[in-house]
């Protein structure tokens, strides 16, 4: 496990490194756009070369200075402006999609029944065939009818643009929370069902011991793990997903920034900045590896047989 963590540590500032220097190179190479887009601007966009420019702006980070927007605003103020709303968005999603996943995937193994529920079955198909942003599309849509045609009311029942710790959470978070939701329940249900039919449930089943405590005490720990993993590969698509929910329900977090950012129409005037564009590539290359980094230390903490494999892994490629 140690060998493990000493090798993340290692990999963390090198990968963060390359990828602030990618983020901020295509930023600096693509910013005669901005230029161009300027009407009063005038003269020939050349470019001084990319280097130079990226080692001052690292040894204006060393000092503090992580850079301003063309609009003058530091950048670290406006990433944790737009960041709190997304990672608000995205806790509330990803906690209700593991509290609902697990239940409705403990729910559909049954006793004397092999397999999984029918129920659930028909729920993942349905649900995995959905996007979220195809979900986001469809309740729209479906709010703006009932708003034109049975409230007959300029306000929405429930609003579908704009901000807020509200009733604004409600169609951004069910859009989030679909897919993960069923991918979470189809990969619990399905592992939990096989560990049900393995020798040591039918023997400890054979002594008299309750169904549901072999269940949830001894069946579910041994396929927790795979579980944790799940969740994790589940906040990443979603994190990944934030691009065009916040877009289409007009959130202001990070994946509407984005957008704004790499869109050549937006009015925005930190489009492509160099400095903006390097820290955000920074913290979502960040936020993928600490989210995998964590999966993978808890599930080799809750699985000795993943510790084990991994030992075992490292001593042979030693030797």
């Known amino acids: ?83 709190g709303a997304s990672l ?30 029918s129920w659930l079955t028909l729920i993942s198909t349905i649900g995995l065939a959905l996007p979220s942003f195809y979900i986001a599309i469809l309740l729209i ?33 069910l859009a989030l929370t679909i897919q993960p939701t069923v991918k979470i329940a189809q990969v619990t249900a399905g592992l939990l069902s096989e560990e049900m039919e393995k020798q040591y449930v039918v023997a400890a089943m054979s002594f008299g011991h309750p169904f549901k405590i072999i269940k949830e005490k001894f069946a579910f720990r041994s396929i927790l793990a795979t579980v944790v993993l799940t969740i994790a590969a589940s906040l990443r698509i979603m994190i990944a997903e934030l691009i065009i929910i916040e877009r289409l329900f007009n959130w202001p977090g990070m994946g509407r920034l984005i957008s704004t950012l790499l869109s050549r129409n937006s009015l925005s005037g930190d489009l492509l900045a160099p400095p903006m564009i390097a820290a955000v590539l920074t913290i979502l290359v960040g936020v993928f590896l600490l989210i995998d980094f964590l999966a993978t230390f808890l599930s080799r903490l809750i699985d000795p047989r993943l510790r084990a494999d991994s030992e075992m892994q490292f001593q042979g490629a030693r030797s």
Do not use: C
């Not at 963590?5 to 990828?19: C, E, N, S």
């Not at 906690?95 to 403990?106: A, C, D, K, P």
């Not at 009818?145 to 951004?172: N, R």
């Open 141 to 173: 849509a479906f709010f703006i009818i009932i708003t034109i045609y049975v409230t007959a009311s300029v306000t929405p029942l429930i609003p579908f643009q704009g901000f807020g710790w509200d009733a604004h959470l409600i169609l951004p978070v």
């Open 88 to 117: 608000g968005l995205l806790g509330i999603a990803i906690t209700i999609s593991v509290i609902l996943g697990i239940t409705l995937g403990r729910l559909a193994v049954r006793r004397f029944r092999s397999g999984v529920a």
């Open 1 to 83: 496990m140690l060998q493990f963590v000493l090798r993340r540590i290692t990999i963390f500032p090198i990968t963060l490194v390359i990828a602030n220097f990618i983020g901020f190179a295509f930023a600096f190479a693509t910013a005669p756009i901005v230029t161009a887009s300027d009407p009063y601007s005038f003269g020939t966009n050349k470019l001084p070369p990319v280097m130079p420019a990226y080692l001052d702006y690292l040894g204006n980070i060393f000092k503090g200075d992580f850079g301003s927007t063309f609009t003058n605003e530091p950048v670290l103020e406006a990433i944790s402006r737009f960041g």
